[in-house]
């Protein structure tokens, strides 16, 4: 444990919790020296992986495609993906008992291709959840996925919203999981060990500005749109604490320092991949809590007036939930995950059907 680096600081001085956005053994093993109590993936996360750490997998594909005789590329892959999860909850397992089930968990992602079917999310989110005893399952907040993260909270799945962006993304998600959990209350059902989280991929909310803007033709100070996540970031998190919603936010998809500085001293999760971890780890920013220093008055002004998908993002009435699947930044993750789901397929098939003209 390095308890002099910035990233052990914060998670030893404030309520802020932090993760590695990965399921990499050797990543996860870095972030954990340093004081991080969960982790994440999704299907862009698992190709690198498995791209980097192939030496650790090669054997266990060919042995998984030998004893399922039957299975095409898509069964093959998410047994890899459900495998790599589960190495990967085993090293937090010492956490998850020491935090009595509140933390120590490690996100798996349900099939991108069911953002439009909540049965089908649901059902592969249980399943997940007994894949080991740490499990925390990721699914869309879409309008199917609205509803998926309130049944399966109401099933005792520790919930990680992801494929969101927005205040309004993030209230409904916060809302699902509230009546998901006063179900279960009512029927005697415990709830003391369930831990959701609801995703804002802030970074990603920045990078949806920014091609709003450029596709647009709007004149912006390009300095202000590394504000917009943060922007909502914050103002999701002071509707926590008016409301007390029992869903942690969490900060994702890194572009930038202030995506860690800013919201350290908040009761929240910082999902952080591994090399914003080395770079948080090297800087000289102190670490004090800035999650109540408000973004300059004059930032937001400009964002709201110039960006009217800001506008949506901002406002807590700026999209209702049918309007979640057609939402910019919503729509390019989906087709990201979706393709990296297919990429890994595609690195399945190079196993199960060797390419004959290649020697």
Known sequence: MTTSVPLYQTVSTTPTDYWNDSCSLDELTYAI??????????????LAVLKKEM??????????????????????????????ATRGAALLQPAWKRHAGRKGRLSIQTNPMFYRDWEAIVAQARDFDTLAPNMQVKMPVTKAGIKAIEECTYHGVN?????????????????AVERGLNRRTAEGRDIRSMAPVCTIMVGRTDDWMQAVTQRDGIEMDPAYLSWAGIAVFKKAYGLWQARGYRVRLLAAAYRHLGHWSEFIGGDVVLTIPYEWQLKINASDIAVKSRIADPVAPHIIAALYEK?????????????TVEEFDAYGATVRTLRGFIAAAHDLMAVVRDFMLPNPDVK
Do not use: C, K
């Open 307 to 319: 960006i009217p998908d800001f506008r949506r993002a901002y406002d807590v009435d700026g999209m």
């Open 159 to 175: 919930v990680n919203a992801t494929v969101s962006f927005t205040v309004p993304q993030a209230v409904a998600v916060a809302e």
């Open 33 to 46: 020296g340093n004081g991080a109590v969960g982790a994440t993936t999704n299907p862009q996360i698992v």
């Open 55 to 84: 030496h650790l997998w090669r054997d266990r594909i060919y042995q998984i495609i030998a004893e399922n005789p039957t299975w095409g590329e898509p069964e093959v892959a998410w047994r890899l993906i459900e495998e790599m």
